[in-house]
């Protein structure tokens, strides 16, 4: 039977929103004009690139950040959408370029740290993610205020066939189940229609680790995989014991979609 957790807040649009409010709010700290305002005479607005954005038109609004980014090159936030507009279409060393500037224009900016783990990941960078996703970690622990709110964050997205597929690390397991990492499936209008969620509750854990002594001393845990559609559709998928590690769920995850094929899709090769 499918479990399925309280769903998390996580969403590419909030997390767009968010990530603009903050740069914003970063930029009147420094006294710099309001962000909104950037751009002249008929040319794009940093509103423009957000709108288009938030429309699901990645590369309509890169376009227009990039010519933004040619009159206003130090516009913080302008570089850290031009890198989410990048993440989206898949072009990893671009989406890495513009984060990076970013964090070189607002090194205090904790949420650019965010962006720079799926640019990363994008671009094969693993290395430099998982410095990434340790320092989140961190900074969840001891950083701002609004970090140690934060649930999780965006990890990568990648293509499954036409659809789009969002993965999600947590800082701490959610829900009643203990959702460790979550992948939402997107339709090629972003709207998600599908969930597939990593699980392991303490109840299973503790009868495993009583059967598994060895394992579970080593930092093994039973997880499930299980699948949930917003039509109340469910799959449960597989029951595996490994270490939280997401780069081994996120192939079990991609093998359980492509074998599994959702209601109304195509077959998707692995990526």
């Known amino acids: 039977m499918s479990r399925r957790s309280a769903p998390c807040g996580i969403r590419s649009a909030l997390l767009l929103a968010c990530l603009a409010g903050l740069c914003l709010s970063a930029q009147a700290q420094t006294g710099s004009a309001p962000a909104a305002a950037s751009g002249s005479g008929n040319g794009p607005t940093l509103a423009q690139g957000i709108s288009a954005l938030r429309d699901n038109q990645p590369r309509e609004a890169l376009a227009d950040l990039q010519r933004l980014l040619a009159s206003d090159p130090d516009n913080v936030t302008a570089n850290l959408l031009a890198s989410t507009s990048a993440v989206e279409l898949y072009q990893g060393p671009l989406a890495v370029q513009y984060a990076e500037k970013a964090e070189k224009l607002d090194p205090h900016n904790w949420k650019i740290h965010t962006t720079l ?9 693993m290395k430099q993610r998982d410095q990434e996703r340790a320092l989140l970690r961190e900074l969840h622990q001891t950083g701002a205020s609004d970090a140690r709110l934060a649930t999780g964050f965006l990890i990568e997205m990648f293509p499954l066939g036409s659809d789009r597929v969002d993965a999600i690390e947590y800082f701490e397991p959610v829900g009643r189940f203990h959702t460790y990492y979550r992948f939402l499936v997107r339709r090629p209008d972003g709207k998600r229609f599908w969930e597939v969620d990593i699980q392991s509750d303490d109840f299973d854990q503790k009868s495993w680790a009583e059967a598994h002594p060895a394992e579970a001393a080593a930092g093994n845990r039973k997880f499930q995989i299980d699948g949930q559609g917003d ?37 998707a090769a692995g990526h």
């Open 231 to 267: 039509d109340g559709q469910t799959t449960d998928y597989r029951m595996f014991s490994c270490k939280p590690d997401y780069d081994n769920i996120r192939v079990m995850v991609v093998e359980a979609l492509r074998t599994h094929p959702i209601a109304g899709t195509q077959p």
């Open 117 to 125: 783990v799926a640019a990363y990941t994008a671009a094969g960078m």
